[in-house]
């Protein structure tokens, strides 16, 4: 059974920082691409940065480039997003997933479908 468990969530201060944490278990980690989406309330879940099994590359969506950092660590089954300079915009609900394929993560569908899908961790930043 494939389980995705996010961490790392909280409330901060606009400027600030936090760092997600997402650990998998039940699948081949450094098969697949992992991504960080986010849904905001009464908002479509979007896209927020891709990162393929072996870590060389990597996918942002344009309101975080130059802010956040996905990365990957294949010894620990873990992936994570630095998130830095936080605005009052980035507050949603941060979501994990997994796929084979990183196109199906770094997608501009407003219905992605990866293969897997954590529980979600709340960011909440205030002005």
């Known amino acids: 059974q494939v389980q995705l468990v996010e961490s790392g969530g909280g409330l901060v201060q606009a400027g600030g920082s936090l760092r997600l944490s997402c650990a998998a278990s039940?699948?081949?980690?450094?098969?697949?691409?992992m991504g960080w989406f986010r849904q905001a309330p009464g908002k479509e879940r979007e896209f927020v940065a891709a990162?393929?099994?072996?870590?060389?590359?990597?996918y942002y969506a344009d309101s975080v480039k130059g802010r956040f950092t996905i990365s990957r660590d294949n010894a620990k089954n873990t992936v994570y997003l630095q998130m830095n300079s936080l605005k009052p915009e980035d507050t949603a609900v941060y979501y994990c997933?997994?796929?084979?394929?990183?196109?199906?993560?770094?997608?501009?569908?407003?219905?992605?479908?990866?293969?897997?899908w954590g529980q979600g961790t709340q960011v909440t930043v205030s002005s």
């Open positions: 997933a997994a796929d084979r394929v990183v196109s199906n993560l770094n997608t501009g569908s407003p219905d992605p479908r990866p293969d897997f």
């Open positions: 990162i393929i099994g072996s870590g060389f590359s990597t």
């Open positions: 039940g699948l081949a980690f450094s098969v697949f691409s």
